[in-house]
């Protein structure tokens, strides 16, 4: 490999790191804001963890999708998902801030890395889609565990995402699992109230 390949990526990897600071509206069990860096680690462990229940997945590229979904957040941040309808180019604008966090790779590198982004969006191919579903688990996840101010709406995450969790047998019987957690965290802060 040569020089220039490598401070290529590296220059590549220091942008990418931005992602540890970009900021989340979930909050983990101490009540600290969770970085979009932590939501993605968890989602690639949560996909790790059932790797066993997809059995005619390419766990290699659901983890490579899995790690780059959420990339282009490092640049303009995270839009939480109850305001991501009114965000009409939400994704518009992930993709050309992902497109300039990949640009100093090698041509190989960046198109696969943008081919991937791309299937995950589109929900091309059963990885993208089992990507797509966990990533809803995980955020529904967070939401149900972590310590969150008096005002949070559990009744949200109860529709967020179904249409993504119900296509996966696995992510499905889930989401049933986090749905009755999640009565269960709204039922206990309305009796807070």
Same mark, same amino acid.
Do not use: M, N
């Given at each position: 490999m040569e020089g220039s390949s490598i401070t290529s990526r590296l220059d590549f990897l220091?942008?990418?790191?931005?992602l540890k600071d970009t900021l989340r509206t979930a909050y983990t069990t101490s009540g600290r804001t969770e970085s979009v860096a932590e939501h993605t680690w968890r989602l690639t462990l949560l996909a790790v963890t059932f790797a066993d229940e997809l059995p005619d997945?390419?766990?290699?590229?659901?983890?490579?999708?899995?790690?780059?979904h959420d990339l282009g957040e490092a640049i303009d941040g995270d839009i939480p998902?109850?305001?991501?309808?009114?965000?009409? =180019?939400?994704? %518009?604008?992930?993709? #050309? $801030?992902?497109? =300039?966090?990949? %640009?100093?790779?090698? #041509? $190989?590198?960046? =198109?696969?890395?943008?081919?991937?982004?791309d299937e995950y969006?589109?929900?091309?191919s059963p990885e993208a889609r089992v990507?797509?579903?966990?990533?809803?688990?995980?955020t529904i996840l967070q939401h149900n565990q972590g310590l969150n101010p008096p005002d949070f709406d559990y009744e949200f995450n109860l529709g967020y995402g179904k249409t993504h969790t119900n296509k996966v047998p696995i992510a499905a019987t889930?989401?049933?699992l986090l749905d009755a957690e999640t009565r269960a965290r709204a039922d206990q802060a309305e009796r807070k109230d």
């Open positions: 220091r942008k990418a790191e931005k997945i390419d766990l290699l590229k659901l983890l490579k999708i899995c790690i780059l998902a109850p305001l991501q309808c009114t965000t009409a =180019s939400k994704s %518009e604008k992930e993709r #050309d $801030d992902f497109l =300039s966090l990949v %640009e100093t790779l090698p #041509d $190989d590198v960046r =198109s696969e890395f943008v081919s991937l982004w969006e589109d929900g091309a990507a797509k579903a966990l990533d809803k688990l995980e889930i989401r049933d």
